[in-house]
Every structure is written in C-alpha cells, then in structure tokens.
C-alpha cells in the first residue's frame, strides 16, 4: 500500500504531557500538509512543508505547536502540553512536486483526558 | 470568516437518482477546486477536481460545474448508489492547487436503496 500512512490512529494524553503524530507520504511526494478536524467541522489547515522546509504554517497555533519533515523520515507534527481543546482528529496529506491532488491519511484521533 | 461553504449539512436521495452538492465560495483568488468523500474514521478520499479555467469536468458518475461569476460549483452524482453514502467536502486553493486547501463544512449524503 502505497497510500499517506499515519500513526498512531488514536492517541491518548493526558492534560500536560505531549503529543507526537508521525505521517509518511505517498513514495515519491515530496510536499506534506497537516489539517485538524475538530467535531461537526471542516478540515482546517495547519502547516505546509516540503524537506527540510517549513512552506507555511500560517493555520499553527503560536505556542505548543511545532512540525518537521526531516530529510530522512516520516513528518511529525508534536503538540506540547496538550489540553482539552487539542482532542480532534489531525490529518496528514502529500502531494507531488508542482501536483495539484493532495492526497490524505486515515488521520490521528488525539484524545485529551 | 468562512471561505467556502457548504450550505446544506445533509441531503438525502434515492437511489438511481441524481445527487446535487452545492458548495460557495468568497475568495477570487481561488482558481483550484476539488471534491473529497469521507466515510467515519477515514481521511477524505479524493474524487474530482476542477481548474478555474474551466466550467465542467466530468469523471464516471461524478460530473463537477464551475460558475466563476457566482463563485459557484456542484458536484452531481448520476445515478446515486447507496455505497455514495459519506460526507461530502468542498475545498478550495489558490496557485493552481499546490497551495493549503480551504474547505467546507461537509454534506452528508444519505442515498437510500
């Protein structure tokens, strides 16, 4: 399966700890974008990066939030310090160089106790 | 401010009949459109997509209309099967696409045996 592949499907944190989601693109994709979805909602748009390069992370929470695409790797987008509000289902896609499809995973389920 | 809308929360139809999702959208700079299916606990699967160049593109049973001037477009489904069955979601990006995507809250289409 040669599909954007997430993991884990669903984590639980408790209030404080952190939260790592790891996503690995399409083989061949070289641009990754991560999208939360919270309940009743649409996907909203967190980070856009290719290797190495943050692209824009304009949809990322100022404070706690952070995410990487290393040149070796899957992409990580960690959240410190989780809170309730951060409970959602976290969305990775990739896409190809100068592609117009993105294409997603099967997301991260974060659950805030 | 919602970008793109989807007006309808949930549309039912029978099946073998024609479903019609509507989605608007505010921003000019659009010029990319696409269509995701969802189905509970899976990422959105791409379906159809449309450049702002042109007014229709059609795939299978999926046919997607553009109306720039109304900042418009559908996405008809003929004949509706009730494997159909999900949330729809509208997206939208600028530059041809490789940018973030916007998207609407979601339809969910019911197709009934």
């Known amino acids: 399966n040669a599909g954007v592949m997430q993991n884990p499907r669903h984590l639980v944190r408790r209030r404080g700890q952190e939260a790592r989601l790891r996503c690995s693109p399409v083989?061949?994709?070289?641009?990754v974008y991560w999208y939360r979805q919270l309940p009743e909602e649409g996907l909203k748009f967190m980070v856009y990066l290719q290797k190495e390069n943050i692209i824009d992370e304009s949809g990322m929470p100022k404070e706690r939030f952070s995410a990487e695409f290393p040149k070796e790797g899957p992409s990580i987008l960690r959240i410190q310090q989780v809170v309730r509000g951060d409970s959602a289902a976290y969305f990775c896609?990739?896409?190809?160089?100068?592609?117009?499809?993105?294409?997603f995973g099967a997301g991260t389920r974060l659950s805030v106790l | 401010d919602q970008q793109v809308k989807q007006n309808s929360p949930s549309l039912s139809v029978q099946e073998g009949r024609i479903s019609i999702l509507n989605c608007d959208y505010t921003n000019s700079m659009f010029d990319y459109f696409l269509w995701y299916k969802k189905y509970p606990a899976e990422g959105p699967t791409f379906l159809i997509s449309i450049s702002s160049i042109k007014d229709k593109n059609e795939d299978g049973r999926f046919t997607v209309f553009l109306n720039k001037s109304a900042k418009h477009l559908s996405l008809h489904i003929v004949p509706s099967q009730p494997g159909d069955s999900a949330v729809y979601f509208c997206?939208?990006?600028?530059?041809?696409?490789?940018?973030?995507?916007?998207f609407g809250k979601g339809t969910k289409l019911t197709v009934n045996p």
């Open positions: 083989k061949g994709h070289s641009h």
């Open positions: 997206a939208a990006s600028s530059q041809g696409g490789s940018e973030k995507l916007v």
């Open positions: 896609a990739s896409a190809q160089v100068a592609k117009n499809i993105q294409y």
